[in-house]
């Protein structure tokens, strides 16, 4: 087990919702929760999740589906216009095969700037609590805006 594995585990999501400080909660609804991705490519980095624990698409109710893409494209608006976002890449990975580290069901937003191709295929470092936060409440006013 690497650090970034044990990073994730216990399921890390699930960790978060209950309450533990190991990660930033952007927003949440009945169905979803959007938190700071703690290893961000890029700043806003975000992820949605559903609440219930999904390991990956493969077991992904479809009553699920609606909300957590609607949600991704609130964020996607949201991060654009707080973060200046040139675009917005929408990113999920399904075993560890295709580079899955939290095994609870997630859908990458991700900010993009011109010319930050080499920063996307990097592996990221670990973000700060307090970076963290700041994102979080950037991004929790952003989302609020773009709400209608
Ligand atoms: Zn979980």
């Avoid at 589906?65 to 976002?85: G, N």
């Amino acid at each position: 087990m690497d650090d970034k594995t044990s990073f994730w585990e216990p399921c890390w999501a699930c960790r978060v919702m209950a309450g533990e400080p190991v990660g930033c909660v952007v927003i949440e609804t009945e169905q979803v929760l959007v938190l700071i991705n703690p290893f961000a490519l890029t700043p806003g980095h975000a992820l949605v999740v559903p609440r219930s624990h999904v390991e990956n698409l493969y077991e992904l109710p479809d009553e699920l589906a609606a909300p957590i893409l609607s949600t991704a494209a609130r964020v996607a608006r949201a991060v654009k216009r707080e973060f200046a976002a040139d675009g917005v890449t929408l990113r999920q990975n399904n075993e560890a095969s295709s580079d899955q580290h939290l095994f609870h069901f997630h859908l990458h937003v991700i900010p993009r700037f011109s010319g930050d191709t080499e920063q996307f295929g990097a592996s990221p470092q670990l973000a700060g609590r307090a970076e963290q936060e700041a994102w979080a409440s950037r991004l929790r006013l952003a989302i609020e805006a773009v709400r209608s």
